[in-house]
């Protein structure tokens, strides 16, 4: 069964298949937790909740309910959990978007209104087509850009993955269109049917069209090569110094308790180190990442004062 798959029946089962490798331990205070995510079902962001449920919901004696809040690029998300007590009943799959968002608009509750929690993954960005498309290579896309301009999707405006594209762009000098979506389930399907040239998405979002031969990717966003993907390039290596990394934690409602932060810390260390869940995030190319809340707190500061500089630097914001 695919990563998709699976996640898909532990949501279905509520999470109850055992991961064989660990045990629940403390009581946690509530039976069921909700997991919020800006982005509509079968995108990175919801497959990534779904799965992490799957071996969670053992380990943590926790039933888990994924809440698809969409729209406003995360905004209604953030307001979500905001507007929700912070009592490790409800918690928000972060990625770089709610960084993005809250840098790009006013919205009523920004990432400064959420607590982080814990990080779990980086995440492997690529650039991908459809199999029947003209584009062996990333350099064929860019010259159909060069040519007739083109179209490129990405999942949403705030996105890490539109600001990749952007960056894509003056780093390949041309003037595709970006085209933007509700999530990347809807950007995949525009590529699939022809309707945009390229797009850009998770490994892990996109291994169902991979294995199932619809979609050849063409680069990685990395620094170096993926050692289990050896044979697939990076865009840096092709002339086109465009190099991203899209982190995968949780955040929760502003003055988390620290009896849940500790129990929500040795539940995701523990659920990492099994075996099982293991060779799924790796036969994905996910990237284990763990970062306890102070450590994560730090990143996502450094992230936000890294990222609003470079847009105030080349002009996005004033």
Not at 31 to 36: D, F, G, K, N, P
Not at 140 to 164: C, M
């Amino acid at each position: 069964m695919t990563y998709l798959g699976k996640a898909l029946t532990g949501a279905l089962l509520a999470v109850g298949l055992a991961a064989p490798q660990v045990h629940a331990q403390d009581a946690y205070p509530h039976e069921v937790v909700t997991l919020v995510t800006h982005s509509s079902a079968g995108s990175g962001t919801d497959v990534f909740l779904r799965n992490l449920a799957t071996y969670l919901g053992p380990v943590m004696g926790v039933n888990f309910v994924i809440e698809n809040v969409t729209g406003g690029s995360g905004a209604n998300a953030m307001a979500r959990l905001a507007r929700s007590p912070a009592d490790g009943s409800i918690f928000y799959g972060t990625t770089p978007t709610y960084i993005f968002t809250s840098l790009l608009s006013t919205p009523e509750y920004s990432y400064k209104d959420l607590d982080p929690l814990v990080n779990v993954f980086i995440d492997q960005e690529v650039i991908f087509t459809r199999s029947e498309s003209p584009f062996a290579t990333l350099e064929d896309a860019v010259q159909a850009a060069r040519d007739n301009r083109g179209r490129w999707g990405a999942s949403t405006p705030g996105s890490l993955e539109r600001q990749a594209m952007e960056r894509l762009k003056a780093a390949a000098d041309v003037n595709a269109a970006i085209v933007t979506h509700d999530g990347g389930g809807e950007m995949t399907i525009n590529v699939l049917n022809g309707t945009l040239d390229i797009g850009i998405g998770e490994f892990a979002e996109l291994r169902p069209q991979i294995d199932g031969g619809t979609i050849r990717v063409l680069a990685v966003l990395s620094e170096e090569r993926i050692s289990d993907a050896p044979d697939l390039p990076t865009a840096r290596e092709l002339g086109y110094d465009v190099v991203v990394r899209k982190f995968r934690g949780l955040a929760g409602p502003a003055g988390l308790p620290a009896d849940i932060v500790a129990q929500w810390e040795d539940a995701i260390q523990k659920v990492l180190a099994d075996p099982e869940y293991m060779a799924e995030y790796k036969a994905e190319l996910l990237a284990a990442a763990y970062m306890s809340q102070a450590e994560y707190a730090d990143f996502i500061a450094d992230f936000a004062a890294e990222t609003e500089s470079f847009f105030r630097e080349t002009g996005v914001i004033q």
